[in-house]
C-alpha cells in the first residue's frame, strides 16, 4: 500500500510548518503482520507529514524497491516466517543500516536487551503512545 | 383277578385227571364205607344208626371229593345198606318196610343236600380264599404304605411296600407307635388328626408329612386315614400313605427358583407381566408393582393402571410403539417415565413380546419393565461432569493462551490508540482533513469491535451451561479460531493456513466445543513445532466427503506422531508434554464423538501429523 499523504497546515507556528516539510521527506516503512495496526500507524505517521508505507512480511519488504529507500523501519518483532530482529539482523548483514524502532505485544526485559544489543534504535511495548513512537522516530530520523 | 372258569378248572382239572381223581375217591370211600356197613351190621346197628354213621362218613368225605364222587358213594351206600338191612325192593317188603324206605330215601336225599352244600361251601371257601391271595397281593406289592393301626395308635399291620420304603421289615413295625414312623416335627399334627377322625368315623383325614426312615432319610406323604369297625372287630384306623417326595421336591425346586427370581428381579430392578388378552388380566411380578411405587402385598394391577402410569407426554409415543409391535409381530422395547402414586418419576426401559396361539392370533402380551432411573441419573451425572470438565480443560487453555489473548486484544488496543492520535492530528490542522478524520473515527470503532470480539469469544469458553447445538458453518469457527490463536501462534514464530471449503454445508454443533476442539488441535500442533527449525507452519482445511459429512484437517510442520505410542494418542492422561495433563485429545474426541463424528491423527507429509474429524452435515443431523 502506497500513500502520499500531506501534513496538516499548522494552525500558527512557523516551526512546526518547518518541521513538517522536512517529515515529508522521512520514508518510513512499517511491517507487521496485523493489518490493523499497521494501517492506524501509517495513518498516525502520515498525519504527522511522514511518507509511510506498510508491508504484512519481513519478505514482504525484502523483495520491495521501498526497501532502499527506507529512512526508518517500524517492525513487529513476532511475525512467522522471520521476526523483527531477525529482519534487522539480515539488512545489517547486508550492509543496510536502517534504523530499526522494534514494536511488541509480548515485550520483555531479555528480548528488549538482545535487540538493543543488536543495533535496534527503539524497543516499544503495544500499545505506546504516540509520543513515544515520535520520540524514536525523531532519533531515527536524526541519525 | 382269577375267573369263575378258571377257578372251577382249577378245582376239576382237565376230564382224564378228574375221573381218576373221581375213581380213587370212589375206591376210596366206597371200602370205607364197605367197612362201616359190615361193622355195623354185624354189631346189630340197624338201618338208621347205619345210615347216621354212612351219612357223617359221606359229609366228611364231600369235604375232600368231588360232588360226583358224594353221589356215587352215596347211591352205593343207600344201595348197600337197603339190601343188607331190608330186603330188596322188588322181591319181599317186610313190616315196617314203608319206614325203611322212607329212611333209605331221606338217607339219599340228606347225602346229596349234604354233599352239595359241602360242595358249595368248599367252592365259596376257595373262591374267598383266592380272593384274600389276590388283595392280599394287591395289599403289599401296591406302591403305597398301607397300615393297619388300632385306637392307641400301634401298628397292627403294615404292607410289604410300606415297611420297605420306610428301610424295616414289616414285622420290625407290627406293635409300634405310628408315631414312631414320622418326622418328630409332625407327630403332633398326626396325632391330631387322627384324634379327630377317631370322632369322625367313617370320614377321611388327608394331610401330608414326613416320616423317617430306619436309616434317618426321610420322605413326604400324602397321609390319608379313615377310622372304622366291622362288625364286632375292634375299631381300628386304615392309613395310606403316598410317597410324594419327588412332589415335594419339585414344589420346593420351584418355590426357590421363583425365590431367586423374584429376587433377582428386586435386584436388578426388573419387573415383569403378562396379559392375557381375551381376558384382560394382568399378572405382574412383585417386583413390578414395587417400580410402580405400590405394595406388592397389597396391590394389584389391571392393564389400565399400567398405562395410566406411564408420564402423559410420553404416553402418544408408547401408543405408537405398541400398534406397531401389534402390527408386524416383532418384540418392541423403549423407554419412558412413570409416575408414581407418590408423584415422583422413574425412567423405565420396557421391552414386550407378543404371544401367538396355534391359529396364529394374538393372545398375549409378556414383557418386562426396568427401572434405568439410577442409570439415567449416573449418565446425567457423567455427562456433567464431563461437561465440568470440558469446561475446565477449556479455562485451563485459555489461562496457557493468556499472554496471547492479551496480546490480541492489545492489538486492536494499539491500532485504536494510533487511529485516536491520528484523529486529533488531523483535526488540529488549520484546515481539518475531515477525509482522513472519518477514515481514523472508522477504523477506530473496528479496533474496538475487533477487540470487542476477543473479549466475548473468550468469554464464551468460560461460560458454564449445558451444550447448545445449533446449525452453524464450520470455517467460522475456524477462523474464530485462528483469530483467537493468532497472537500465540505468532509468538512461537508459527504461520496458520487455512483452506476452507466454499459453500460448505451447515452442521449442528455446540460452537464453543468445537472451538475447544480446534484450539487444542491448533495448540497441540504449535507444540509440536517449537523444537523445530525449519518451517512451522499450521494448515487447517474443510472439504465435504459424500456429501453427509464434513472433514477438517489440521496439520503442522513438527515432531510428528510417536509411532510406539500412536494408539495410545487419545488414551485419558496420556501426554507427550512434560507438563500436560492429558486430556485434552481425550475430551476431543469425546465431543466430536458426541456429535456424531470421528478424530484420528495420521503422519503428514513429509513430516508432522495430521488430525482429522469428521462431522455430519445438519440435513443427515436431521435424518438421524
Not at chain 2, 513438527?558 to 510406539?564: F, N, R, S
Request: net charge negative; with cysteine; hydrophobic share 45%.
Amino acid at each position: 500500500m502506497r500513500s502520499v499523504a500531506r501534513a496538516p497546515a499548522p494552525a500558527n507556528n512557523r516551526q512546526e510548518s518547518e518541521n513538517n516539510r522536512l517529515c515529508q521527506q522521512i520514508q518510513i516503512s512499517i511491517v507487521d503482520d496485523d493489518r490493523f495496526v499497521r494501517e492506524a500507524m501509517a495513518r498516525l505517521l502520515k498525519s504527522h507529514g511522514f511518507l509511510a508505507e506498510t508491508f504484512e512480511s519481513a519478505a514482504a519488504l525484502l523483495g520491495s524497491d521501498w526497501r532502499a529507500r527506507t529512512d526508518c523501519l517500524i517492525v513487529d518483532v513476532q511475525m512467522p516466517e522471520m521476526t523483527g530482529l531477525e529482519l534487522h539482523s539480515r539488512l545489517l548483514a547486508a550492509g543496510e543500516a536502517i534504523p530499526t524502532i522494534l514494536i511488541t505485544g509480548h515485550p520483555d526485559e531479555s528480548s528488549r536487551v538482545r535487540a538493543l544489543r543488536a543495533g535496534v534504535l527503539c524497543y516499544l511495548a503495544k500499545p505506546f503512545s504516540e509520543d513515544d513512537l515520535l520520540s524514536c522516530v525523531r532519533r531515527a530520523v536524526e541519525r | 383277578m382269577t375267573t369263575t372258569a378258571e377257578l372251577r378248572h382249577s378245582m376239576t382239572g382237565d376230564w382224564p385227571s378228574r375221573l381218576r381223581r373221581i375213581a380213587a375217591e370212589c375206591l376210596t370211600g366206597g371200602v370205607i364205607l364197605a367197612v362201616l356197613i359190615f361193622v355195623g351190621y354185624r354189631l346189630g346197628f340197624g338201618l338208621a344208626a347205619t345210615s347216621f354213621i354212612c351219612l357223617t362218613v359221606l359229609v366228611l368225605l364231600s369235604l375232600r371229593g368231588s360232588f360226583t364222587s358224594s353221589t356215587i358213594l352215596s347211591a352205593g351206600a343207600v344201595a348197600s345198606m337197603a339190601y343188607i338191612f331190608t330186603k330188596p325192593i322188588v322181591f319181599n317188603l317186610r313190616n315196617n318196610v314203608t319206614r325203611d324206605v322212607a329212611l333209605v330215601i331221606a338217607f339219599m336225599v340228606t347225602t346229596l343236600i349234604v354233599t352239595w352244600l359241602m360242595r358249595d361251601i368248599r367252592k365259596q371257601s376257595a373262591a374267598l380264599r383266592q380272593s384274600e391271595q389276590q388283595w392280599r397281593e394287591v395289599f403289599e406289592q401296591n406302591p403305597t404304605m398301607y397300615f393297619l393301626i388300632d385306637a392307641k395308635g400301634m401298628i397292627l399291620s403294615v404292607n410289604g411296600f410300606g415297611a420297605l420304603q420306610l428301610g424295616y421289615a414289616a414285622s420290625e413295625l407290627v406293635g409300634q407307635p405310628v408315631t414312631g414312623v414320622f418326622f418328630e416335627a409332625d407327630r403332633a399334627l398326626v396325632q391330631d388328626i387322627l384324634a379327630l377322625c377317631a370322632h369322625t368315623p367313617g370320614q377321611s383325614g388327608v394331610w401330608e408329612a414326613r416320616k423317617v426312615r430306619k436309616d434317618g432319610g426321610v420322605l413326604w406323604t400324602r397321609v390319608n386315614a379313615k377310622f372304622v369297625q366291622w362288625g364286632a372287630n375292634a375299631p381300628m384306623f386304615l392309613v395310606s400313605s403316598e410317597d410324594i417326595t419327588q412332589r415335594k421336591e419339585a414344589e420346593e425346586a420351584v418355590r426357590r427358583s421363583e425365590a431367586y427370581l423374584q429376587e433377582a428381579q428386586r435386584l436388578g430392578h426388573i419387573g415383569s407381566w403378562a396379559q392375557d388378552l381375551a381376558s384382560g388380566v394382568l399378572t405382574a411380578s412383585p417386583e413390578l408393582l414395587r417400580i410402580l411405587g405400590r405394595d406388592p402385598e397389597k396391590s394389584q394391577l389391571t392393564g389400565r393402571a399400567l398405562r395410566d402410569s406411564v408420564h402423559p407426554n410420553d404416553r402418544p409415543l408408547i401408543d405408537q410403539v405398541i400398534e406397531r409391535g401389534a402390527n408386524s409381530g416383532a418384540d418392541f422395547e423403549f423407554e419412558h417415565r412413570i409416575i408414581r402414586p407418590d408423584g415422583t418419576i422413574r425412567h423405565v426401559h420396557s421391552v414386550s413380546h407378543p404371544v401367538f396361539g396355534d391359529a396364529g392370533d394374538l393372545v398375549e402380551y409378556v414383557g418386562t419393565a426396568i427401572d434405568v432411573t439410577e442409570r439415567k441419573q449416573a449418565e446425567e451425572a457423567l455427562r456433567q461432569a464431563y461437561a465440568d470438565l470440558a469446561r475446565a480443560s477449556r479455562i485451563s487453555i485459555i489461562g496457557e493462551l493468556t499472554a496471547s489473548l492479551a496480546h490480541e486484544v492489545n492489538q486492536p488496543i494499539t491500532a485504536a490508540v494510533a487511529n485516536a492520535n491520528a484523529c486529533l492530528r488531523w483535526l488540529a490542522a488549520e484546515t481539518p482533513d475531515l477525509e482522513e478524520v472519518r477514515a481514523a473515527a472508522e477504523a477506530i470503532v473496528r479496533n474496538g469491535a475487533r477487540a470487542a470480539e476477543i473479549i466475548g469469544r473468550t468469554r464464551r469458553l468460560f461460560e458454564k451451561g449445558a451444550p447448545q447445538r445449533e446449525p452453524i458453518e464450520v470455517d467460522d469457527v475456524v477462523r474464530e479460531t485462528v483469530l483467537l490463536l493468532g497472537g500465540e501462534a505468532s509468538r512461537c514464530a508459527v504461520s496458520i493456513r487455512t483452506f476452507l471449503a466454499a459453500d460448505a454445508p451447515e452442521i449442528v454443533a455446540d460452537r464453543v466445543q468445537l472451538q475447544q476442539v480446534l484450539m487444542n488441535l491448533i495448540l497441540n500442533a504449535i507444540e509440536a513445532m517449537k523444537e523445530v527449525e525449519g518451517r512451522r507452519e499450521i494448515s487447517i482445511w474443510s472439504q465435504i466427503t459424500g456429501g453427509e459429512q464434513i472433514m477438517v484437517s489440521v496439520g503442522d510442520t513438527g515432531v510428528g506422531l510417536p509411532p510406539e505410542q500412536a494408539e495410545h494418542l487419545f488414551d485419558t492422561f496420556f501426554t507427550t508434554k512434560p507438563h500436560g495433563t492429558g486430556m485434552g485429545l481425550s475430551i476431543s474426541r469425546s465431543i466430536i464423538s458426541a456429535h456424531g463424528g470421528r478424530l484420528w491423527a495420521e503422519p503428514n507429509e513429509p513430516n508432522g501429523a495430521v488430525f482429522r474429524f469428521t462431522l455430519p452435515t445438519a440435513t443427515t443431523s436431521a435424518t438421524t
